[in-house]
Structure formats: structure tokens, C-alpha cells
């Protein structure tokens, strides 16, 4: 009889811990919706009725602590993501809320001071060397920032946004080829975002200024090209002696493909690289211009783009659906850029 009791009183102990670790669940995620409508107080109300359930969860400490973020109690923020870098498996995540919560209030030094903590860490994080990077911006120390987020496509090469601000540090020193080479890695990574159309410019803006008459030969010339780039440059050059027209988006898939051609048969095994055996693959299935129509669908270029989808209703259908299936990934090694 006393085992029948004990058991009894033990599955009741267990099935109340389970309950409270389920409401600390529940508690998130309602939280979770409510940041969603913009609701911050509640959610931060909610947050800490979870957070006092388990105090250690640091899912619900980084909720807490973006929810104070989002709601502009900075303060707050901060000494919630103290609490959570404290903590022996805080994530990279976690540190980068904190330092969004520093930034917010200008504390740049103590921000800076958090990101190379976190990089002795966790140092092949792509998100801390963009965050780091994006901070010695706005103290316009632009040789350390583009170092940070050169150094984020070496060590995390599949992350989007180190490649976002390189193409547009690169696009405003004039260094087409790098500007153009990043855009279109983060084009493929981050497809559709508010980020996407601006780099669509830039990268049809690096075209354009390729193709005026003698520039490849003076970013060839130029101290700042790596001997992949200028390979890459050669090439390109090559493709293009026999299309110098408009630059428009036949011109530009025309001289692409005749530099694919060349590139593999000379180059891909020096330089594996995973943009161009895209475009090999995307060429032998026959999706390369509906590829290079949703690439460039640029303001300027929209009326032409919508035109040709709309002549060509099964190429761009197949190439949504391989864009849909695809998962782009860039393995590590294949960085050529020092």
C-alpha cells in the first residue's frame, strides 16, 4: 500500500513539472505572437512569467531580451543580456541581441568590446562578424568594418549578410568585379527579402560599369583584384570582344555563357567555385536566361523582364520551382579574395 501511495505521489510530482515546463513553452510562444503584432508590453509581461518558471532558458531570455529591444526599453534589454551571455550555452544569437541592444543606445565601446568577446567564442560565426562589422561602420572605421565582413565569407560562408555589405563597400570603391561577384552570392542565398531588390541595382550597376569600354582592363591593372578575380576579369574579357553592344540582359547572358564556357575548360579546377557550377547547372537544364531575367528584374529593367516571362511562361515556372527546391550552399575553401 505504501509503494501504491509513493508511486501515486511521484507521477503526480512529474506530470506537475511537465506542466510547468509545458507553460513556459506555451508562455514563449504566445509571446512570440504577440511581438509579431507588435504587442511588445504584453509580450515582455508574458516573457517574464516564463522567464521565472525557468530562469535559465535562454530561448526565452533572448525572446526577453529582443522583446525589451523592440519596445525601446534599452535598459532593460541590457541587463536581461547580461543575464543571458552569462550563461554557460548562451549562443552567438544571444550576444548579438545584446549588441543590438548597445548600439541602440550609441555604447559602441562596450558593443565592440561584447563582439570580440563573442568572436574568441564562436569564431566561424558569419552573424557576429556582420554585427561587428556594421558597428565599426557607423564609427566610419570602414577598413576594420570590411575586414570584419571579409573575414565572415571566409569563416561562415553560406551566411548572406557579410556579402551584402562587402558588395556595397566594394560597388563604392569601384571594385565592379567584387561588388559583383558578392551581390550575386547574396542573391542566391537571400532570394527574396527587403535586401534583394537593392542588391539587384548593384549588381546590374557593376554590369554596366564593366562594360564600359576599357574598364576591365583598368580593374586588371588595379592593386586590389586577387589573380582569382583577375582570371575571372580575363575571362569575361574574352566573352565579351564579341558582344559590345547595349549591355542589356541578352547582352549580358550572351557574354556569361561564352565565360562559363572558357572558365570550366580552364579554370574550375584551380578555383572550384560554387556560383559558376550553379550556372552550369542552371545553363544544362536550360534555365540560364530565366535565371538571368529573375536576376536582373531591376526597376529600370522591369517592363522588359515582365515581357519575356510572360513569353516564356515554362522557363520561368521551371526556374521558381528549381529556386524553390534548391537550398543554396557554399562550401568552406572557396575563398579567393586575399
Known amino acids: 500500500m505504501r509503494s501504491i501511495i509513493l508511486s501515486v505521489v511521484f507521477s503526480v510530482v512529474l506530470g506537475t513539472v511537465s506542466a510547468q515546463q509545458q507553460t513556459a513553452e506555451i508562455l514563449q510562444q504566445t509571446a512570440r505572437s504577440l511581438v509579431q503584432k507588435g504587442d511588445y508590453d504584453n509580450a515582455v509581461l508574458v516573457l517574464d512569467r516564463a522567464r521565472k518558471q525557468e530562469p535559465d532558458n535562454i530561448e526565452i531570455l533572448r525572446d ?21 551571455i552569462d550563461k554557460p550555452n548562451a549562443d552567438e544569437q544571444s550576444f548579438q541581441v545584446l549588441g543590438l541592444a548597445y548600439k541602440a543606445i550609441a555604447s559602441y565601446k562596450e558593443c565592440g568590446k561584447l563582439y570580440r568577446n563573442a568572436l574568441r567564442i564562436f569564431p566561424k560565426s558569419g552573424v557576429l562578424y556582420s554585427e561587428y562589422g556594421e558597428l565599426l561602420a557607423i564609427e566610419n572605421q570602414m577598413d576594420d568594418a570590411i575586414a570584419q565582413w571579409e573575414k565572415g565569407i571566409e569563416l561562415a560562408p553560406s551566411y548572406s549578410s557579410n556579402y551584402y555589405n562587402a558588395s556595397i563597400y566594394y560597388g563604392r570603391k569601384n571594385n565592379w568585379i567584387r561588388s559583383a561577384l558578392y551581390a550575386e552570392l547574396f542573391l542566391n542565398l537571400e532570394s527574396y527579402s527587403t535586401r534583394t531588390e537593392e542588391i ?78 550553379r550556372w552550369q547547372y542552371l545553363l544544362n537544364q536550360g534555365l540560364f536566361p530565366a535565371y538571368h531575367y529573375w536576376l536582373f528584374k531591376t526597376e529600370e529593367e522591369v517592363k522588359t523582364v515582365e515581357q519575356w516571362q510572360k513569353d516564356h511562361p515554362k522557363d520561368t515556372e521551371g526556374f521558381s520551382a528549381f529556386q524553390q527546391s534548391r537550398v543554396f550552399k557554399i562550401p568552406d575553401g572557396q575563398y579567393y579574395h586575399n
Open 200 to 277: 539587384k541595382k548593384q549588381l546590374f550597376a557593376d554590369y554596366q560599369h564593366l562594360w564600359i569600354p576599357g574598364e576591365i582592363q583598368n580593374q586588371l591593372q588595379s592593386g586590389s583584384v586577387t589573380a582569382f578575380e583577375k582570371a575571372v576579369l580575363s575571362g569575361l574579357s574574352a566573352a565579351r570582344q564579341s558582344n559590345l553592344s547595349s549591355g542589356s540582359i541578352d547582352d549580358i547572358i550572351g557574354v556569361r555563357s561564352r565565360f562559363l564556357t572558357g572558365w570550366m575548360q580552364q579554370n574550375a579546377q584551380k578555383y572550384p567555385y560554387a556560383l559558376f557550377d
Open 64 to 84: 526577453l531580451c529582443y522583446a525589451n529591444y523592440l519596445k525601446r526599453d534599452f535598459s532593460k534589454a541590457i541587463e536581461v543580456g547580461k543575464d543571458l
